[in-house]
């Protein structure tokens, strides 16, 4: 067994094997995820610390890449990973990442392995990798709680779009079971016999999202709908993570923007970035890493894209999107946005293993921007990807966040974030009383289907913009196209899925009407099933028995990730009751 060969897998493997998040409580995410079938868990510590020592051992002695990428190719087919195809290019695709890592990792193989397959596997993390955000000497302003605003405030509409995961090379009638992570392509050939084909508005096998739905969900927006601004928090390019040049991701990058300017030339829109705007997929060097394998090439064609060719964002936005991919700017003069390259936490980005403290000063710099809005009252939105409580953001990372959103609660107004295609969201709370919730992350769901999902997203009717707003999320819809009806019809439809006021009897939409619905949860499985549908937009997903439930519910209270203290601490009876699988 062999360290590339597990990083390998991992890479690929980062969002297209891994059970969906919430169908798995996010306590221990490493231990239940299987990668084409194979179990991590099974993987003996010791056997994991031999191999790591061997690839260093390798790597010391000189070994070309060459060599390093013959061996992980030999596995690869060896062990039928991936189908011979897939091999050799993943490995093409990859080595250089993990040689350059490897090359500057200054972590030990016990620490790689704790790393991998979690803390119960030989030494517990490394020590030094126990970081601290520093705060200034400011202290934190008394909180008051948000009230809804007087009837007749100005509102604004703000289009949340996710995911979208366009696939250039979708193909209506191809296999769409084709034993590779992305299927419906124009070169995997017909569906093998009495097999349904790629279905023509997408597909809810491994299939990504054909230009025709991008494009007739363009149109259905900006013909009927009117927003303020446009928050799209990553993820544009598809899941052939295993043949995707840094070409192919600017290329993406640029079309995509096109078409938003298309649809919507006077819309301001925030991006942010997904752990799949990078190739290969995950890999986001920190500023350490210079020279070839430096990140600069896709940082520029952020900035080119979205300062200079649609001037969504200002020029002064420019420096931190050079240095991490971040950046700050003013909405309204009371609202400042904030987005956030969560691929800093990301356990996937095996660039981290060099050095994971604060990786590119995002947060120490995240900590500054939330001091100057508070001393200038001004609230702040914070837009994002991977959100912070889930298994995929590095542990001290999040529990920095944490403590960041702790000590800006009243400047924080709202965290909307994506990745993980359901309908989620993460109720945050007080370190010090840990029932009072005082924070919530918001995940609309995806764009693309990817997997046995419908398409979806979500309108937010906000407080603003008046002297005085408070910023906050008042209400929101969400709307699906029914891929089976659109496949079977040949016409999709965008049609409304539902209102969290209306569906699950909210009052508002503050923390505390999140907590509250969180813990009515518990007792009322209705409730809960309702939840569950729309989680995954309405399309069909199994059944959930009651350790499934609380494995979700348990995750809903989790916003710091490996850490399950919030809901079983909180709620001792609820989680007796059931085993947290
Ligand atoms: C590896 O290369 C370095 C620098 O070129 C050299 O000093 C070292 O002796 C080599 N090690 C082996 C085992 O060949
Ligand atoms: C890789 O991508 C290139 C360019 O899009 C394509 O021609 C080739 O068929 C792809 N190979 C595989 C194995 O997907
Ligand atoms: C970080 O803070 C915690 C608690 O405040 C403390 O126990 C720990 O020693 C600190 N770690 C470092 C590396 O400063
Ligand atoms: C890791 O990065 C931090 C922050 O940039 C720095 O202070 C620290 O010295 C680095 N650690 C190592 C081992 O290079
Ligand atoms: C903790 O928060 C809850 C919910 O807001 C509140 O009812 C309770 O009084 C608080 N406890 C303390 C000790 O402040
Ligand atoms: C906003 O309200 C504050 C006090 O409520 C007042 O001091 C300030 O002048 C107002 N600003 C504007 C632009 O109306
Ligand atoms: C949600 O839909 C209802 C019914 O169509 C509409 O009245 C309301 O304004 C919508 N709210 C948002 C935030 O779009
Ligand atoms: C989607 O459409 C199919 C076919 O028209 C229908 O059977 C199904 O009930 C619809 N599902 C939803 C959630 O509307
Ligand atoms: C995902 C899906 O619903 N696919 C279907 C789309 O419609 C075509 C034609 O009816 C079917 O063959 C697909 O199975
Ligand atoms: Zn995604
Ligand atoms: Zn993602």
Known sequence: MDILYLLLIISVNSVVGKP???????????????????????????????????VDNLIKENATKEEVAKLATDICKLLKIESDRVCDYVVKEFVPEIFGVAVGAVITPDEVCSRLLGNSCGNPYDPGSVWNVTFPDVPKPPVIPPKPPKDGSPTLRILHLTDLHYDRRYKAGSNAECGEPLCCRDNDGPPAEGVAGAGLWGDYRYCDTPKWLIINLLEHLSKNEKFDAIYLTG???????????????????????????????????????????????NSFPPPYVTGKEAI?????????????????????????????????????????VVSLNMNMCNTENWWLLINETDPAGELQWLISTLQQAENKNQKVHILGHIAPGSGDCLKWWSWNYYKIVNRYESTITGQYFGHTHIQSLEVMYDLTNTSRPLNVVHMPGSVTTYKHLNPGYRVCLMDGNYNGSSWMMLDYNNTILNLTDANLTNKPVWQFAYNPKVEYGMKNLFPEDWNDFVQRM?????????FRKHLYKSNEHGSCDESCRAGMICSLESGRSNDDSFCKDADVEFYKAVTLC
């Open 235 to 281: 993820d544009l390019p598809a899941h052939n993570v295993w043949n995707q040049t840094r070409e192919d991701e600017i290329e993406i990058l640029n079309e995509i923007t096109a078409m938003l300017l298309k649809y919507f030339p006077k819309t301001r829109i925030f991006p942010s970035v997904g752990n799949h705007e990078s190739a290969p997929v």
């Open 296 to 336: 600069s090439w896709l940082y520029d064609a952020f900035t080119k894209a979205w300062i200079d060719t649609a001037h969504w964002l200002p020029e002064d936005t420019r420096p931190t999107i050079k240095q991490g991919g971040y950046y700050a700017t003013e909405f309204y003069p009371g609202l400042l």
């Open 20 to 54: 969906l998040v919430f169908d798995t409580p996010v306590v221990q995410p490493l231990e239940t995820f299987k990668p084409w079938g194979l179990n991590l868990k099974s993987l003996d510590c010791f056997a994991c610390t031999v191999a790591v020592k061997e």
């Open 522 to 530: 518990k007792t009322d499985r209705p409730l809960f099933d309702k």
